[in-house]
């Protein structure tokens, strides 16, 4: 069974610091990963879509990798900023399966 | 990028009675929907997927006869919970699969259900 596990649970940053989100996850056979930033007491964002033949991808400050063989996905988030504050999360789109999410709050 | 809406976004009703959500995709087919809920500080909780035309298959503990689900075009599914009681107060939330976009999900922003 596909398990999901996000690294750090949460984390509390001052402005303009890279960060780096780590999720892991146990079935290497996966089909597509997908991060979301999920802001309190709303919905889902998409970020990035990786799929299954890619290695990474960018969208701004953004940038998600992705290493089957390790069963690890990476979000970077560059000169992290205070609207940058949320919950992000990890899911294998093929078989939903969520992450257990990164808290992270950007303080000025 | 891809829209999925949802209404109503907040809801109170009445301990008893029956509440509609609707989820609609924008502009995009999604042939597959899915229902989650969340409670407060808590993960999403996927309820059920449903696929256009078929009958949605509810995830392990959730009630069908209680939480119904039709997904009768390729825009719209919606979740009805039926007889609603003040446990049925959460935050749901509908997805949609752009099955067209390399399976891309998208997310509603979600319905506050209030029971009283």
């Known amino acids: 069974k596909q398990e999901v596990t996000q690294i750090p649970a949460a984390l509390s940053v001052p402005e303009g610091e890279n960060l780096v989100l780590n999720c892991s996850f146990t079935?290497?056979?996966?089909?597509?990963l997908q991060w979301f930033r999920q802001d309190p007491g709303k919905g889902l964002t998409s970020l990035l879509l990786?799929?299954?033949?890619?290695r990474e991808q960018t969208s701004g400050r953004l940038n998600a990798s992705l290493d089957k063989s390790s069963g690890r996905s990476t979000l970077y988030i560059a000169a992290s900023q205070p609207g940058d504050s949320a919950t992000y999360l990890c899911?294998?789109?093929?078989?939903?399966?969520f992450g257990t999410g990164t808290r992270l709050q950007v303080f000025p | 990028g891809a829209v999925v809406s949802q209404h109503p976004s907040w809801v109170i009703c009445k301990s008893g009675t029956s509440v509609k959500i609707e989820c609609r995709s924008l502009?995009?087919?999604?042939?597959?929907m899915f229902w989650y809920r969340q409670f407060p500080k808590q993960s999403l909780m996927l309820m059920a997927t449903?696929?256009?035309?078929?009958?949605?298959?509810?995830e392990q503990g959730v009630e069908k006869d209680k939480f119904l689900i039709n997904h009768a075009s390729l825009t719209l599914s919606t979740l009805t919970v039926t007889s609603a009681h003040p446990e049925d107060s959460s935050f749901y939330i509908c997805?949609?699969?752009?099955?067209?976009?390399?399976?891309?999900?998208?997310f509603g922003e979600g319905s506050w259900l209030t029971v009283v």
């Open positions: 997805s949609a699969r752009d099955a067209y976009s390399g399976n891309t999900i998208y």
């Open positions: 079935d290497s056979a996966i089909y597509n």
């Open positions: 990786i799929q299954s033949s890619q």
């Open positions: 899911v294998c789109t093929d078989k939903l399966i």
């Open positions: 502009d995009f087919q999604a042939t597959t």
């Open positions: 449903s696929n256009e035309g078929s009958k949605a298959t509810y």
